[in-house]
T-cell receptor, first 112, second 116 residues
C-alpha cells in the first residue's frame, strides 16, 4: 500500500535536546512538506522540498532543519533553538504540479 | 499575499441536519487550486477535493457537495444528512506559487461536532 509514514507517533524530549522526526513516502512524489499544528490552529509550513537535495524555508523555519537526500525521505530536526517545540507535526507529499498533498499520521512532540 | 478565511470556528449540529462550512479566499493568481481536507480526532488530514479556478461547476460526492463562486471568492462545503462520523476539523486550503514552487495556504479550520 502506498502512503506516508511518520514515526514515532508520540515523542517526548527534555528541553535543550535536538530531536529528529521521520517522514517516509512510497508514493513516488517529488515534493514533500513539514507542517506544525498547535491546538485550535491551522497548519503552518515549516520547510518544503520540491526535489531531492533542494529545500526551502516555509513560514516558521526558525529552530528547525531538514535534509532531502532521498526522494522517499524528508526528516525534520527540531533543534534546541526552537523556543516552543511542543506541537503536532505533520508531513505531506505531492506531485510537483499543484497536486493535492497527502498527509502522514503525524508526530506529537512534547518537550519539557 | 494569499489568505484563506474560515470564519466559523466551531459548529455543532444534530445528526441528519445539513451543515455548510464556509471558506473565503484571497489571491492575485489567475490560476489557482482550492482544497478541502478533513482532520478526524486521530489527527491525520484526509484529502477531500481539489478544484481548479477555471472550473466553477459545483461538485457532489455522496453526501458531500462543494459550491465554488469566483465572484465572491468562496468555496463552501456542505454535508447533507450529517452523521456522527462527520465530526472532525475541516480545513480549506489555497495553492500558492512562490518563486516557482507550489505550496498550500490553509485556513484555521472549522471544528464540526455532529451529535446523535
Amino acid at each position: 500500500d502506498g502512503g506516508i509514514t511518520q514515526s514515532p507517533k508520540y515523542l517526548f524530549r527534555k528541553e535543550g535536546q535536538n530531536v529528529t522526526l521521520s517522514c517516509e513516502q512510497n508514493l513516488n512524489h517529488d515534493a514533500m512538506y513539514w507542517y506544525r499544528q498547535d491546538p485550535g490552529q491551522g497548519l503552518r509550513l515549516i520547510y518544503y522540498s520540491q526535489i531531492v537535495n533542494d529545500f526551502q524555508k516555509g513560514d516558521i523555519a526558525e529552530g528547525y532543519s531538514v535534509s532531502r537526500e532521498k526522494k522517499e525521505s524528508f526528516p525534520l530536526t527540531v533543534t534546541s533553538a526552537q523556543k516552543n517545540p511542543t506541537a503536532f507535526y505533520l508531513c505531506a507529499s505531492s506531485t510537483r504540479t499543484r497536486g493535492e498533498q497527502y498527509f502522514g499520521p503525524g508526530t506529537r512532540l512534547t518537550v519539557t | 499575499a494569499q489568505k484563506v478565511t474560515q470564519a466559523q470556528t466551531e459548529i455543532s449540529v444534530v445528526e441528519k441536519e445539513d451543515v455548510t462550512l464556509d471558506c473565503v479566499y484571497e489571491t492575485r493568481d489567475t490560476t489557482y487550486y482550492l482544497f478541502w481536507y478533513k482532520q478526524p480526532p486521530s489527527g491525520e488530514l484526509v484529502f477531500l477535493i481539489r478544484r481548479n479556478s477555471f472550473d466553477e461547476q459545483n461538485e457532489i460526492s455522496g453526501r458531500y457537495s462543494w459550491n465554488f463562486q469566483k465572484s465572491t471568492s468562496s468555496f463552501n462545503f456542505t454535508i447533507t444528512a450529517s452523521q456522527v462520523v462527520d465530526s472532525a476539523v475541516y480545513f480549506c486550503a489555497l495553492s500558492e506559487t512562490q518563486g516557482g514552487s507550489e505550496k498550500l495556504v490553509f485556513g484555521k479550520g472549522t471544528k464540526l461536532t455532529v451529535n446523535p
